[in-house]
Protein backbone atom coordinates (compact mmCIF):
# COMPACT_ATOMS: atom_id res chain seq x y z
CA UNK A 1 0.00 0.00 0.00
CA UNK A 2 1.34 3.30 -0.96
CA UNK A 3 1.12 5.97 1.85
CA UNK A 4 -0.68 8.65 -0.33
CA UNK A 5 -4.28 9.42 1.07
CA UNK A 6 -4.98 12.00 -1.37
CA UNK A 7 -5.59 11.27 -5.00
CA UNK A 8 -5.37 14.91 -6.14
CA UNK A 9 -4.87 18.49 -5.84
CA UNK A 10 -7.79 21.03 -7.22
CA UNK A 11 -6.31 24.37 -6.28
CA UNK A 12 -2.70 25.26 -4.88
CA UNK A 13 -2.19 28.93 -4.03
CA UNK A 14 1.51 28.72 -2.78
CA UNK A 15 1.95 29.65 1.14
CA UNK A 16 -1.89 30.10 1.45
CA UNK A 17 -4.22 27.15 1.01
CA UNK A 18 -4.36 24.14 -0.98
CA UNK A 19 -7.44 21.74 -1.88
CA UNK A 20 -7.16 18.16 -2.76
CA UNK A 21 -9.99 15.60 -3.28
CA UNK A 22 -9.99 11.78 -1.76
CA UNK A 23 -12.29 9.43 -3.60
CA UNK A 24 -13.77 6.88 -1.43
CA UNK A 25 -14.37 3.55 -2.95
CA UNK A 26 -15.21 0.00 -1.87
CA UNK A 27 -11.79 -1.00 -3.39
CA UNK A 28 -9.92 -0.16 -0.46
CA UNK A 29 -9.06 -2.61 2.00
CA UNK A 30 -9.26 -0.54 4.61
CA UNK A 31 -13.23 0.07 4.74
CA UNK A 32 -13.61 -3.65 5.30
CA UNK A 33 -10.88 -3.32 7.97
CA UNK A 34 -12.35 -0.48 10.02
CA UNK A 35 -16.05 -2.10 11.29
CA UNK A 36 -16.79 -5.75 9.79
CA UNK A 37 -19.34 -5.35 7.72
CA UNK A 38 -20.21 -1.60 7.79
CA UNK A 39 -17.49 -0.30 4.99
CA UNK A 40 -16.64 3.35 6.22
CA UNK A 41 -13.50 5.25 5.46
CA UNK A 42 -11.46 5.85 9.12
CA UNK A 43 -11.32 9.22 10.59
CA UNK A 44 -7.61 8.50 11.31
CA UNK A 45 -7.28 8.30 7.25
CA UNK A 46 -9.07 11.43 6.63
CA UNK A 47 -7.04 13.20 9.18
CA UNK A 48 -3.43 11.92 7.74
CA UNK A 49 -5.18 13.04 4.49
CA UNK A 50 -5.99 17.00 6.15
CA UNK A 51 -2.13 16.21 7.12
CA UNK A 52 -1.07 15.59 3.55
CA UNK A 53 -2.66 18.43 2.22
CA UNK A 54 -1.33 20.71 4.71
CA UNK A 55 1.86 19.70 4.84
CA UNK A 56 2.54 19.80 1.44
CA UNK A 57 1.16 23.25 1.52
CA UNK A 58 3.67 24.20 3.89
CA UNK A 59 6.37 22.35 2.60
CA UNK A 60 5.91 24.13 -1.10
CA UNK A 61 6.01 27.26 0.95
CA UNK A 62 10.08 26.32 1.94
CA UNK A 63 10.57 25.18 -1.82
CA UNK A 64 10.85 21.65 0.12
CA UNK A 65 14.30 22.79 2.20
CA UNK A 66 12.55 22.04 5.35
CA UNK A 67 11.49 18.57 6.57
CA UNK A 68 7.87 19.13 7.37
CA UNK A 69 6.66 16.63 9.89
CA UNK A 70 3.14 16.50 11.72
CA UNK A 71 3.77 17.26 15.14
CA UNK A 72 0.46 18.23 16.77
CA UNK A 73 -3.29 18.00 16.32
CA UNK A 74 -4.52 20.26 18.71
CA UNK A 75 -8.45 20.21 17.83
CA UNK A 76 -9.69 17.62 15.47
CA UNK A 77 -13.96 16.90 15.07
CA UNK A 78 -15.87 14.33 12.62
CA UNK A 79 -19.27 15.43 12.06
CA UNK A 80 -19.96 12.09 9.93
CA UNK A 81 -18.96 9.58 8.44
CA UNK A 82 -17.44 9.16 4.63
CA UNK A 83 -18.90 6.29 3.06
CA UNK A 84 -18.33 4.29 -0.48
CA UNK A 85 -18.74 6.70 -3.23
CA UNK A 86 -18.21 9.72 -1.35
CA UNK A 87 -15.44 12.48 -2.87
CA UNK A 88 -13.86 14.03 0.17
CA UNK A 89 -12.47 17.36 -0.61
CA UNK A 90 -9.93 18.50 2.10
CA UNK A 91 -9.17 22.61 2.04
CA UNK A 92 -5.90 23.69 3.94
CA UNK A 93 -5.42 27.16 4.56
CA UNK A 94 -2.43 28.17 6.52
CA UNK A 95 -3.13 30.25 9.93
CA UNK A 96 0.70 30.94 10.61
CA UNK A 97 4.04 29.64 9.63
CA UNK A 98 7.28 30.36 10.53
CA UNK A 99 11.26 29.08 10.88
CA UNK A 100 9.90 26.57 13.27
CA UNK A 101 6.80 25.29 11.58
CA UNK A 102 3.45 26.19 10.64
CA UNK A 103 -0.51 25.80 12.10
CA UNK A 104 -3.53 24.47 9.77
CA UNK A 105 -6.73 24.81 9.57
CA UNK A 106 -8.31 22.10 7.82
CA UNK A 107 -11.91 20.56 6.96
CA UNK A 108 -13.14 17.83 4.69
CA UNK A 109 -16.25 18.35 2.84
CA UNK A 110 -18.32 15.92 1.38
CA UNK A 111 -20.44 18.19 -1.31
CA UNK A 112 -21.09 21.35 0.31
CA UNK A 113 -21.53 19.15 3.72
CA UNK A 114 -18.83 20.10 6.66
CA UNK A 115 -17.22 16.18 7.39
CA UNK A 116 -14.50 17.37 9.59
CA UNK A 117 -12.38 19.89 10.51
CA UNK A 118 -8.94 19.88 12.34
CA UNK A 119 -6.03 22.37 13.63
CA UNK A 120 -2.71 20.58 12.56
CA UNK A 121 0.85 21.96 13.53
CA UNK A 122 3.51 20.87 11.74
CA UNK A 123 7.35 21.35 12.66
CA UNK A 124 10.69 21.70 10.52
CA UNK A 125 12.79 19.21 11.75
CA UNK A 126 16.17 20.93 12.24
CA UNK A 127 19.32 19.59 10.59
CA UNK A 128 20.79 18.27 13.66
CA UNK A 129 17.72 15.57 13.70
CA UNK A 130 18.39 11.81 13.64
CA UNK A 131 15.48 11.60 11.21
CA UNK A 132 16.53 13.70 8.78
CA UNK A 133 17.48 11.06 6.43
CA UNK A 134 14.10 10.13 6.30
CA UNK A 135 13.08 12.49 4.61
CA UNK A 136 14.57 13.15 0.79
CA UNK A 137 13.22 16.22 -0.85
CA UNK A 138 13.48 14.91 -4.59
CA UNK A 139 10.91 12.37 -3.30
CA UNK A 140 8.31 14.60 -2.34
CA UNK A 141 8.51 16.78 -5.41
CA UNK A 142 7.99 13.29 -6.90
CA UNK A 143 5.00 12.66 -5.22
CA UNK A 144 3.90 16.01 -6.16
CA UNK A 145 4.03 15.47 -9.62
CA UNK A 146 1.88 11.92 -8.76
CA UNK A 147 -0.53 14.11 -7.10
CA UNK A 148 -0.76 16.80 -9.73
CA UNK A 149 0.22 19.72 -7.28
CA UNK A 150 2.19 21.04 -10.89
CA UNK A 151 -1.13 20.90 -12.62
CA UNK A 152 -2.97 22.99 -10.60
CA UNK A 153 -0.53 25.29 -8.40
CA UNK A 154 -0.01 28.75 -8.66
CA UNK A 155 2.34 30.52 -6.67
CA UNK A 156 1.89 34.89 -5.86
CA UNK A 157 2.31 35.83 -9.52
CA UNK A 158 -0.27 33.77 -10.47
CA UNK A 159 1.76 31.41 -12.75
CA UNK A 160 2.09 27.85 -12.71
CA UNK A 161 4.12 26.27 -9.95
CA UNK A 162 6.40 23.87 -11.83
CA UNK A 163 9.15 22.31 -9.99
CA UNK A 164 11.53 24.63 -12.48
CA UNK A 165 9.85 27.73 -11.42
CA UNK A 166 9.42 26.89 -7.65
CA UNK A 167 12.50 29.14 -6.86
CA UNK A 168 10.31 31.94 -8.20
CA UNK A 169 8.27 31.64 -5.73
CA UNK A 170 10.56 31.20 -2.41
CA UNK A 171 9.53 33.60 0.00
CA UNK A 172 6.57 34.90 -1.41
CA UNK A 173 3.44 33.47 -0.30
CA UNK A 174 2.19 33.10 2.78
CA UNK A 175 2.47 37.11 3.02
CA UNK B 1 -5.02 48.89 24.42
CA UNK B 2 -5.57 45.99 26.41
CA UNK B 3 -5.62 45.68 29.92
CA UNK B 4 -3.44 43.56 32.26
CA UNK B 5 -6.66 41.62 32.85
CA UNK B 6 -7.38 41.22 29.14
CA UNK B 7 -4.07 40.44 28.32
CA UNK B 8 -4.36 37.56 31.40
CA UNK B 9 -7.92 36.08 29.62
CA UNK B 10 -6.54 35.86 25.98
CA UNK B 11 -2.87 34.08 27.35
CA UNK B 12 -5.59 31.56 29.55
CA UNK B 13 -7.56 31.29 26.04
CA UNK B 14 -4.46 30.44 24.10
CA UNK B 15 -3.16 28.08 26.93
CA UNK B 16 -6.73 26.56 27.57
CA UNK B 17 -6.34 25.38 23.59
CA UNK B 18 -3.57 24.24 23.10
CA UNK B 19 -3.05 22.14 26.19
CA UNK B 20 -6.42 20.99 26.54
CA UNK B 21 -6.24 22.52 30.46
CA UNK B 22 -9.47 23.83 32.46
CA UNK B 23 -9.51 27.65 32.62
CA UNK B 24 -9.23 27.45 36.66
CA UNK B 25 -5.70 25.65 35.98
CA UNK B 26 -4.07 28.88 34.31
CA UNK B 27 -2.92 30.81 37.88
CA UNK B 28 -0.22 33.11 37.40
CA UNK B 29 1.76 31.15 38.90
CA UNK B 30 1.19 27.70 36.97
CA UNK B 31 4.51 26.28 35.31
CA UNK B 32 3.82 25.23 31.13
CA UNK B 33 5.58 22.08 31.50
CA UNK B 34 4.82 21.12 35.74
CA UNK B 35 1.48 22.63 36.42
CA UNK B 36 0.12 22.63 32.46
CA UNK B 37 1.70 19.53 31.29
CA UNK B 38 2.99 21.48 28.02
CA UNK B 39 6.10 19.62 25.74
CA UNK B 40 8.11 20.93 23.22
CA UNK B 41 6.12 21.03 20.47
CA UNK B 42 3.18 22.84 22.15
CA UNK B 43 5.69 25.93 22.62
CA UNK B 44 5.37 26.72 19.28
CA UNK B 45 1.47 26.17 19.43
CA UNK B 46 1.16 28.40 21.93
CA UNK B 47 3.60 30.91 20.15
CA UNK B 48 1.17 31.05 16.91
CA UNK B 49 -1.90 31.38 19.32
CA UNK B 50 -0.47 34.40 20.73
CA UNK B 51 0.92 36.07 18.02
CA UNK B 52 -2.67 35.62 16.46
CA UNK B 53 -4.37 36.78 19.75
CA UNK B 54 -2.14 39.78 20.13
CA UNK B 55 -1.56 40.71 17.05
CA UNK B 56 2.44 40.77 16.96
CA UNK B 57 5.26 38.48 16.22
CA UNK B 58 7.56 36.31 18.43
CA UNK B 59 10.55 35.98 17.29
CA UNK B 60 12.41 32.63 17.70
CA UNK B 61 13.98 31.39 20.74
CA UNK B 62 12.25 35.28 22.34
CA UNK B 63 10.02 34.16 24.43
CA UNK B 64 11.10 30.63 25.23
CA UNK B 65 14.99 30.71 24.72
CA UNK B 66 15.12 26.72 25.06
CA UNK B 67 18.51 27.13 23.03
CA UNK B 68 20.54 28.11 26.05
CA UNK B 69 20.37 24.83 27.33
CA UNK B 70 22.45 23.13 24.76
CA UNK B 71 24.88 25.33 24.93
CA UNK B 72 27.64 24.03 27.34
CA UNK B 73 29.25 27.41 27.72
CA UNK B 74 26.20 28.05 29.54
CA UNK B 75 25.31 24.84 31.02
CA UNK B 76 27.63 22.41 32.47
CA UNK B 77 27.12 19.14 34.58
CA UNK B 78 23.68 20.26 34.83
CA UNK B 79 23.57 23.33 36.16
CA UNK B 80 23.82 27.04 34.42
CA UNK B 81 27.27 28.51 34.60
CA UNK B 82 27.80 32.27 35.65
CA UNK B 83 27.76 33.24 32.08
CA UNK B 84 24.34 31.14 31.63
CA UNK B 85 22.88 33.05 34.11
CA UNK B 86 23.89 36.51 32.72
CA UNK B 87 22.61 35.20 29.41
CA UNK B 88 19.26 34.45 31.08
CA UNK B 89 19.02 37.88 32.35
CA UNK B 90 19.96 39.90 29.34
CA UNK B 91 17.67 37.21 26.99
CA UNK B 92 14.60 37.16 29.59
CA UNK B 93 13.69 39.90 31.64
CA UNK B 94 10.39 39.21 32.06
CA UNK B 95 11.09 36.30 33.91
CA UNK B 96 11.82 35.66 37.70
CA UNK B 97 15.79 34.93 37.36
CA UNK B 98 16.82 36.09 40.70
CA UNK B 99 14.92 33.11 42.47
CA UNK B 100 16.55 30.74 40.21
CA UNK B 101 20.31 31.80 40.23
CA UNK B 102 20.49 31.22 44.10
CA UNK B 103 20.32 27.55 42.94
CA UNK B 104 20.52 27.41 38.98
CA UNK B 105 20.36 23.46 37.95
CA UNK B 106 19.12 22.66 34.40
CA UNK B 107 16.08 20.58 35.53
CA UNK B 108 14.60 23.61 37.17
CA UNK B 109 15.00 25.82 34.10
CA UNK B 110 11.43 25.20 32.93
CA UNK B 111 9.78 26.40 35.88
CA UNK B 112 10.90 29.87 34.95
CA UNK B 113 7.94 29.08 31.99
CA UNK B 114 4.53 30.72 34.41
CA UNK B 115 1.61 32.19 33.35
CA UNK B 116 2.47 35.20 34.71
CA UNK B 117 6.20 35.26 32.92
CA UNK B 118 4.43 35.11 29.54
CA UNK B 119 2.01 37.93 30.85
CA UNK B 120 5.11 39.99 31.58
CA UNK B 121 6.68 39.19 28.38
CA UNK B 122 3.50 40.10 26.34
CA UNK B 123 3.00 43.24 28.24
CA UNK B 124 6.53 44.22 27.06
CA UNK B 125 5.29 43.77 23.49
CA UNK B 126 1.85 45.97 23.45
CA UNK B 127 1.19 48.79 25.34
CA UNK B 128 -0.82 48.32 28.47
CA UNK B 129 -3.67 50.10 30.07
CA UNK B 130 -3.20 51.09 33.55
Redesign the interface.
Known sequence: MRWIWIDRFIEFESGRRARAIKNVTLAEDHLHDHFFGYPVMPNSLILEGLAQTGGILVGEHGNFEEKVIL??V??VTFHELALPGDTLIYTAEV??I????A?VNATSHIGDRLQAEAEI?F?HLDDNDRVKNLFEPKNFVFTMKLLGVFDVGRGNPGAPTTPAGLAQFKGAGGG | MPTHDEILTKIRTALV??L?VDEDEVTPEATLTGDLGAES??F??I??RL??AFDIKIP?GELFPESIMTDPQYVKDGKFTQAGVDELRKRMPFADIEEFAKNPVAREFGNLFTVDMVAKYIESKVNVKA
Open positions: AKPKEANDDGRVA | EAGIDLDVFEKR
